[in-house]
Every structure is written in C-alpha cells, then in structure tokens.
C-alpha cells in the first residue's frame, strides 16, 4: 500500500482513538510507519535524503522502543503494509503532520497518566516523535533545495522510491 494512504489512515484513527490503550497502540503504530518510511528512504530514496532518513528511522525506532508494543496481528500493522513509496515529498509533508498530531496526542496523554510509568514513556515517545519531525523537515529542505538545483528532479529520480 502507498506510503500517503498509509498515513492518512494512521491519522485517522489517532484521531479516533477512544480511550488510553487505543491511543497508545497508534501513538506505536504511527512510529513504526515512520520507521519503515525512513528505512524505505535510507534504502532507495534521493542520495541527499539518505543519511537523514537513516536518522528517521533509528528515531522512530526508539519512539516504538518506549512504548509498549500493542498486540496487533501482522496483518494489522500498517509498517508492514507499506509497498511503495511514490512522492517523496507528499510523504514526508504528510509525515510530518502525523508525527505532530502524535506528539499533541502524547502530551495530552501523558497531562492524564495515573502512573508515572506511563507518564514518563509518554514523556520519552514525545522526545522521539519531535526529534523524527526535526528530520522529516530536514529531509523537506533538502528536496526543495534540490528542485531549486533541478526543476522537476524529484520526480525524474532515477532512484525508484
């Protein structure tokens, strides 16, 4: 499935979460995408985007790493559910929204925490979640300044993303 709709599923149901759980599942579920976005990139992306989405995804991996994972079946993953990646810059826009409604969801989430456990993996999701947008933009500079080098150049990229 196309990284985009992906990520506008993820945001959808963050947005819907109903209570704690559900929202941490796709607190989880948002950076595991956003590590197999980064993964996808560093692997075949743009070569100026590579060393930045490398970092994407070791950030998002730790994003995944505090949290608790959620008992989800492989077919419910959506990291696994991503097969291509089309638009480079779509994705990373698109990315960057969602690793921001993360973020605000964290916050709310760790304001309510009944235990400090969960206070302070909210705490360290949230680092990780800011730190995964810094390098999602980062990698959005880079490709605006290459179309300024190369009209067109992202879409003729012979890379394949």
Known sequence: MDAVRLILTSRRALAGGADAAEMMAEVWQAQALAQAIGSRLAVSGPPELRGEALGLTELAGRGCGVLDPPELDLGDLRAAQLTKLDDARETLLCLGGLLGEVGIALVGMASAA???????????????????????????????AREEVMPGGIQDSPSGV
């Open 114 to 144: 009944a235990d400090e456990t969960t206070y302070w993996q909210c705490m360290e999701a949230i680092d990780a979640a800011d730190e995964s947008r810094d390098r999602v933009l980062e990698m959005l500079r880079k490709l605006a």
